[in-house]
């Protein structure tokens, strides 16, 4: 042999090197002390060596697709959250599209959503919690949000419901869950489908009737995303969770082309029986390998990205404490400041695991959003919109503005009000107290007509204690 007696030990070697390269070049690059006028973004990765190892045991692999890593992660990450099946996927908007499309499953019989058929959602969030309900030919029906909360208002929800009311499908706001009980109890009450785009809120906690479980499993099918600036990441990745079998069946046809085999890759007829069924109107015997119950997707995760969230859900429970803390920081840092701004307040019954800290500009105090925005920005400080605002107004809805393609029951105000007023700030495990810090200074600068010399005093009693 050459200069390794193994294909283990030269693994070894080759690890070590890279754990060398990560504490002498990406290590220090993580710990670099803030200074005034470092940039400070809204979200970023926090690792170290361990993802970057799994990482390299994953290449060396070199099995390029789904593989053992994923395997590791949905077994771990089902545990974790408490579900019974949990599926990878290569993005968090893969991840709605396939959550939506197994509602169209005809394996669902009378609950089938159909061309057609309503879908309660809110136009004040991400677009791809809707994208996927137009897209299928299904009809979204828009409800006004409430604040502080920035989540749907659960009293508008019989005036949204019609005999053609299949499902309601919304996300939980930057961490802060919706009125779970509330929303739980309209779908149990018309027999509709929940599901809980849980993207921006994974490890967020909910109590009903005295149990506690975890948002993206009190409804029948949750999801999460693993892009880089969310709770956790894969790099690009997400994740279909269900404790529904027959659910979890379609989501797997789904996402793997739709077909009806559920042999995993790399492996043929586990059920014994791949040469002698028979399937719709093809011949009997056909290879039940490329049998299609569904017209699918390939949404597969690599293992290459399995392979960082196996490491990265290790990690996750400190991440969820750190974010909490640092919003709490900036909650109170920001409490003087009530009178020009809305400042967020959790949904009641919950243990938030926090995405972003939300703030609207009153409008009535003289300020306004894009004018404080853009001083924040100016100093360094990412900020970034509750996304779409008001989805209906965008450009990628000119074309059905006014036809029969969505429905809005009442008004959109309280989403056009967060449309023109409202922002939010990062709190990411990578946050030091140094940047809330500073970020808490630079939000009081930019509505400083408002000030008053105590709170100028309190500014920098608070910034003191936290630099100190």
């Known amino acids: 042999m050459g200069k390794w007696n193994s294909e283990a030990e030269a693994r070894e070697e080759i690890k070590s090197l890279v754990a060398e390269y990560y504490n002498e070049f990406k290590k220090p690059e993580q710990e670099k002390p803030f200074e005034e006028g470092d940039r400070i973004s809204y979200a970023s990765r926090v690792y170290d060596e361990k993802e970057m190892l799994s990482l390299t045991d994953a290449t060396l692999d ?103 009311t299949k499902a309601v499908m919304i996300a939980h706001t930057l961490g802060n869950p919706f009125d779970l009980k509330a929303v739980k109890a309209f779908c149990d009450k018309y027999n509709l489908w929940l599901v809980e785009d849980n993207c921006d809120a994974l490890g967020t906690k909910y109590t009903i009737d005295g149990v506690t479980k975890f948002s993206g499993t009190w409804g029948d099918i949750g999801t999460s995303s693993f892009y880089p600036p969310h709770h956790m990441t894969m790099g690009e990745g997400g994740c279909v969770y269900t404790d529904d079998p027959l659910l979890n069946r379609i989501v797997k046809s789904l996402r793997d082309w739709g077909r009806d085999c559920v042999c995993p890759s790399g492996h043929d007829n586990i059920c014994g029986h791949r040469f002698d069924g028979q399937f719709g109107q093809l011949p009997q015997g056909y290879d039940h390998k490329y049998v299609y119950s569904h017209l699918g997707y390939n949404l597969k995760v690599t293992d290459m990205q399995a392979a960082v969230g196996v490491e990265q859900l290790k990690k996750f429970p400190s991440f969820i404490e750190k974010r909490k803390a640092n919003w709490k920081y900036l909650r109170e840092a920001l409490s003087d400041l009530e009178d020009v701004l809305i400042l967020p307040e959790p949904a009641e019954n919950s243990d938030p695991s926090w995405f972003g800290f939300l703030i609207s500009v009153k409008p009535e105090s003289g300020l306004k959003r894009n004018d404080v925005t853009r001083y924040i920005e100016d100093h360094n400080v990412q900020t970034r919109l509750l996304f779409s605002g008001n989805l209906t107004l965008h450009p990628c809805f000119d074309q059905i503005r006014g036809t029969d393609k969505y429905r809005v029951p009442g008004s959109l105000d309280v989403t056009n009000y967060i449309m023109n007023n409202t922002f939010w700030i990062g709190v990411y495990p990578g946050m030091t107290e140094e940047k809330l810090a500073y970020m808490s200074k630079v939000i009081h600068e930019a509505v400083y007509p408002g000030m008053t010399e105590e709170k100028l005093a309190y500014m920098s009693k608070v910034i003191h204690e936290a630099v100190k």
Request: net charge negative; no cysteine.
């Open 62 to 164: 070199f099995w390029l697709t789904t593989g053992r890593f994923s395997d590791e992660f949905e077994k771990n990450f089902a545990e974790w959250i408490g579900v019974r099946f949990a599926n990878l996927v290569n993005s968090g908007s893969s991840a709605n599209l396939l959550a939506f499309m197994t509602l169209t499953s005809p394996l669902l019989g009378e609950r089938q959503v159909l061309p057609g058929d309503e879908v309660i959602t809110v136009a004040a969030g991400f677009p791809t919690t809707v994208a996927p309900i137009l897209q299928y030919g299904a009809v979204p029906v828009f409800v006004d949000v409430k604040l502080p909360d920035y989540n749907i208002d659960p009293a508008l929800l019989e005036a949204a419901v019609s005999d053609k």
